[in-house]
């Protein structure tokens, strides 16, 4: 294995004369400004997590700002970016910094890991970025360049070859300029060491690199198998009388929480038009036509599969909301967050 400092001198070299890499979060030192772009990226690809990130700041411009919006505008911000967890854990720590921190971000390791929603990935991150402090992030970029360099071939995803690599990333840092170092590892596996047909003619890590020594560049770094995503079926009723729609909140600990929905029929497996259309609750509503029904939805989700329908009925009176439901105008359904897979029934039925 070759030294750190031959492969963190070279890195940082190509850091300062080859990386172009653009990015509005790029050479930020606002913890917050950090912090946001961090989250924001979880399980986020730039292109997509970069236009949510300037969204936000135009609407929330400082730490304060966020702690004090609304609930709703906030999910409304986010929404179309999925994994919802990561937006309640933000306002719940923006408001936590500004109620018990007295408004300052921790400056620490510690005390930014302590943060609600913020992993050991996150609180490097917003360490070495913001603060200057020597913690590697490890992230599948970071990986992916050590995996290979290092010729590593056990699945990279096993918790002890995860806690091994991030040990390396750390003994390779740059203690002298630790967020650049970051940055340039991160940069270098999304434009050099790629996922796929990586620019190894253009490495100026190649020669030392014993992943492309053995030929198994491709083959480098290794997965465990994912078991099958779980599929659940979601059939939904859209009720409406005027410019008026019946919709609740998501509530408990299920997917979704804190954003709107329609009437749900959750059931074990895909219903037919017939059933669809004989489903009891639409029995009890004084429905005015026949009710539409819409095309399939699918939604890919980290660990389970959304499919299913919607029923679109006109009423022909506005009947009282029943519990846990409320009637919203043009205007508040526009401005109500809702996920991913009602928005593309909603853009598709207009």
């Not at 979060?25 to 946001?36: A, N």
């Not at 360099?149 to 990333?169: F, K």
């Not at 954003?259 to 489903?279: G, H, I, K």
Request: charged share 20%; glycine share 6%.
């Amino acid at each position: 294995m070759t030294p750190a400092t031959t492969f963190t001198r070279l890195l940082m070299y190509w850091h300062r004369t080859l990386n172009r890499r653009e990015m509005p979060w790029k050479g930020e030192r606002d913890p917050y400004r950090v912090w946001l772009s961090e989250v924001i990226l979880q399980q986020t690809r730039v292109e997509q997590g970069r236009a949510y990130y300037e969204r936000f700041l135009a609407a929330f411009p400082t730490l304060s700002d966020l702690a004090a919006a609304p609930d709703d505008e906030v999910f409304k911000a986010w929404e179309g970016l999925g994994y919802y967890s990561r937006c309640r854990n933000l306002l719940s720590t923006a408001r936590f910094i500004m109620e018990t921190l007295g408004g300052s971000f921790p400056t620490t390791h510690e005390g930014i890991l302590a943060l609600r929603g913020v992993g050991p990935y996150t609180a490097a991150a917003i360490a070495s970025f913001a603060f200057g402090l020597p913690h590697a992030v490890v992230d599948g970029n970071v990986i992916r360049v050590l995996a290979r360099y290092d010729g590593i071939r056990e699945a990279v995803d096993r918790p002890e070859v995860r806690r091994n690599l991030t040990a390396r990333a750390q003994d390779l840092l740059d203690r002298s300029d630790p967020a650049g170092f970051n940055q340039a590892i991160m940069d270098f596996g999304a434009t050099v060491c790629r996922p796929r047909s990586p620019a190894c003619g253009a490495c100026p890590l190649s020669e030392y690199c014993q992943a492309r020594a053995a030929g198994q560049v491709d083959s480098i770094p290794a997965k465990a198998p994912k078991p099958g995503r779980k599929v659940r079926w979601l059939h939904y009723i859209h009720a409406e009388h005027g410019e008026h729609t019946l919709v609740r909140e998501r509530t408990g600990k299920d997917i979704w929480r804190h954003l709107n929905e329609f009437w749900l029929v959750e059931t074990p497996s895909p219903l037919s038009d017939a059933e669809l259309a004989a489903l009891p609750l639409l029995h009890n509503l004084p429905t005015a036509g026949l009710p539409q029904l819409s095309e399939a939805f699918r939604q890919q989700l980290t660990h389970q599969e959304i499919r299913g329908r919607f029923v679109r009925v006109m009423l022909s009176h506005r009947i009282p909301a029943p519990e846990g439901f409320r009637w919203l105008g043009q205007a508040a359904m526009a401005s109500a967050p809702f996920p991913k897979f009602i928005l593309t029934y909603l853009q598709n039925c207009r």
